[in-house]
């Protein structure tokens, strides 16, 4: 059963804007953070942007006052609005969140979707 799905990829010029959205099954119990992480070929997967259930929120430097995470927990839902897109943002992104329990155990990411793919390009 896939338990978070992205939606809100696709081709976009550079300077436009793309909206993510992730939607996290109620199956998993006691989520505390999400975040967005992106992984373009040949690079490594980063963290663009994360964000608590209470809405504290951190971005990778790259994309600080571009991007913007929020989330509505009463849809277990996380966004991503992108805007004034660059063509180094062209990469999957995926969405990721973590349980409480995790947290306290110094865990990462327990839970991944499959990855909306973003490509930024005229």
């Known amino acids: 059963q896939v338990q978070l799905v992205e939606s809100g990829g696709g081709l976009v010029q550079p300077g436009g804007s793309l909206r993510l959205s992730c939607a996290a099954s109620?199956?998993?119990?006691?989520?505390?953070?999400m975040g967005w992480y992106r992984q373009a070929p040949g690079k490594q997967r980063e963290l663009v942007a994360a964000?608590?259930?209470?809405?504290?929120?951190n971005y990778a430097d790259s994309v600080k006052g571009r991007f913007t995470v929020s989330r509505d927990n009463t849809k277990n839902t996380m966004y991503l609005q992108m805007n004034s897109l660059k063509p180094e943002d062209t990469a999957v992104y995926y969405c990721?969140?973590?349980?409480?329990?995790?947290?306290?155990?110094?865990?990462?990411?327990?839970?991944w979707g499959k990855g909306t793919l973003v490509t930024v390009s005229s």
């Open positions: 964000i608590t259930r209470g809405g504290s929120t």
């Open positions: 109620e199956s998993i119990l006691n989520i505390n953070d």
């Open positions: 990721a969140a973590r349980t409480i329990l995790t947290i306290i155990r110094g865990g990462g990411m327990d839970y």
